[in-house]
């Protein structure tokens, strides 16, 4: 079975950590982050010609002209500096049940600094080591790369090659027209979330609102997903908390006809719902017209017991599955 994408957005951070993170601090949207942060400080004596709370119309504005470097600068190490102090909750969140929903054939392209997934990721691995791969579209304050030896891992980890610890990766902040070639790492993140998207069945865009900062991005994302007339078997899913209206709008060049989901939480999406056969049951339901059980997957506030007696059946079905064939349907 091909692979299920996830383009992930700040929306799902929130969703992740809305009452805060494990120390009570939170995470949001670019509109009013600066001053959800308590940034303002940076910006006093600045004269803004933008309106605009967003921080990527901010950022870029400030980037533009030559006499707010300093600013640019300490605006920089600030988010920097903030996103790596959160940490997750102790108990199951939105990031642990999406990690744990694909396997190793599926990738999930955040666009994200914050190192949640990151977080999750490690301690879901305590579950199983069938888990898929994380691309940073945006670098990431988790991440650390090494560029004598094109490694890379958690910040807190060596260069299996050198042993020497991992340099932190640079954030791609939001300039209106970004270099996604420029950085090595960031270039090696999209050329394989490129190859992914090419080569998938099914895409899910969750928390992602495609700013007009990120037109380059969206541009890239469209071409790996390519002509639509090519796409009539394949589906699409969109998680956001926006109407399906302004969803369809948002997202048509990505949507054949009627394949697709729209829904506004994560436990009735296919990857809610289905966990780690998304692929398969889709497949299943609209090609070979069978009812899948919708009751089988994840459901809110899981204990982690729960979470290993949903998955328990699952896993060992992947276990037992000879190398390169598919899972059993495991929803029906």
């Not at 949001?28 to 982050?33: A, I, Q, R």
């Not at 997934?117 to 579209?137: E, G, M």
Request: hydrophobic share 35%; glycine share 6%; charged share 25%.
């Amino acid at each position: 079975m091909r692979a299920h994408t996830i383009i992930l957005g700040a929306g799902a951070t929130i969703a992740a950590i809305p009452n805060g993170d494990k120390n009570g601090n939170k995470s949001s949207v670019m509109n009013g982050l600066i001053e959800k942060l308590h940034l303002e400080d940076i910006l006093n004596g600045i004269i803004l010609n933008t309106k605009s709370d967003n921080l990527e119309d901010i950022y870029s504005e400030l980037y533009s002209r030559p006499e707010c470097q300093e600013a640019v600068s300490q605006l920089e190490w600030a988010l920097y500096n903030y996103f790596s102090g959160l940490e997750l909750p102790d108990y199951p969140t939105i990031y642990d049940y999406l990690v744990l929903s694909l396997t190793d054939k599926d990738v999930i392209a955040t666009f994200n600094w914050d190192p949640l997934l990151l977080q999750a990721y490690v301690r879901c691995h305590k579950l199983t080591d069938n888990l898929p791969h994380i691309l940073c579209l945006h670098g990431n304050v988790g991440v650390g790369y090494c560029t004598k030896h094109r490694e890379f891992g958690t910040i807190d980890a060596l260069c299996p090659i050198c042993r020497k610890p991992l340099p932190p990766t640079k954030l791609l902040f939001p300039v209106k027209y970004k270099n996604y070639t420029n950085n090595e790492y960031i270039k090696g993140c999209w050329n394989a979330t490129e190859y992914i998207i090419e080569n998938s069945y099914m895409l899910t865009i969750y928390g992602y609102s495609a700013p007009s900062s990120d037109g380059e991005a969206v541009r890239l994302l469209k071409k790996a997903w390519g002509d639509l007339d090519k796409r009539q078997l394949e589906e699409v899913s969109v998680i956001d908390i926006i109407s399906e209206d302004e969803i369809l709008k948002k997202w048509d060049k990505f949507i054949y006809s009627h394949h697709y989901r729209y829904t506004n939480d994560f436990f009735s999406s296919y990857l809610g719902m289905f966990p780690r056969r998304s692929c398969e049951t889709v497949f299943a339901t609209v090609q070979l017209n069978v009812t899948p059980d919708c009751s089988k997957g994840f459901h809110k506030d899981m204990t982690w017991d729960e979470i290993r007696d949903v998955l328990r059946d699952v896993l060992l079905e992947e276990i037992q599955t000879p190398k390169g064939k598919n899972y059993p349907l495991h929803y029906y």
